[in-house]
């Protein structure tokens, strides 16, 4: 996902280049927006922290991006290309470290593993919208 901070400062272009650049193939894409009870679903296995209240306002606050990629070794390489959670301590060319402004507002979300990547894809898009 192009998370709503990345989108309301106008980033989903950048982005979406940088992700193709690194090699990335778009089989899905769209401009979506969460409701609040949405938000709390995908993120359910974060339900005890203590950000939890705060991540779900923000990422039902605005539109997302929601893709999906594919790539030999995906999740790796996307985790590598996006940067650490944090955008301070993210490496310097990262997408996070160009355009995440906290470690909550961190501008995109990658799939930790192929399970969640198929769990995540579907929670984004019909069988008809994955090409
Ligand atoms: P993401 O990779 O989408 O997975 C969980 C999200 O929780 C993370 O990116 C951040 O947006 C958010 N998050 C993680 N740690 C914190 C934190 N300490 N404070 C606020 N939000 C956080």
């Known amino acids: ?35 609040v009870a949405d938000a709390k679903e995908f993120y359910a296995v974060h339900k005890e922290r203590p950000f939890y209240d705060e991540l779900v306002t923000f990422m039902s606050r605005g539109p997302i991006v929601a893709a999906i990629l594919e790539k030999d070794n995906a ?39 192929d399970e969640n990547a198929a769990i995540e894809s579907a929670f984004h898009f019909a069988g008809r919208e994955q090409f």
Do not use: C, W
């Not at 309301?8 to 992700?19: D, V």
């Open 75 to 113: 999740i790796e390489d996307f985790r590598t290309l996006i940067g650490a959670t944090n955008p301070a301590e993210a490496a310097e060319g990262t997408i996070r470290k160009k355009y995440a402004t906290s470690i909550g507002e961190n501008a995109v979300h990658g799939s930790d593993s």
């Open 1 to 35: 996902m192009i998370k709503p901070d990345a989108v309301e400062n106008g980033h989903i272009g950048n982005i979406l280049a940088m992700i193709t650049d690194a090699g990335f193939k778009i089989v899905s894409l769209k401009l979506t927006q969460l409701t």
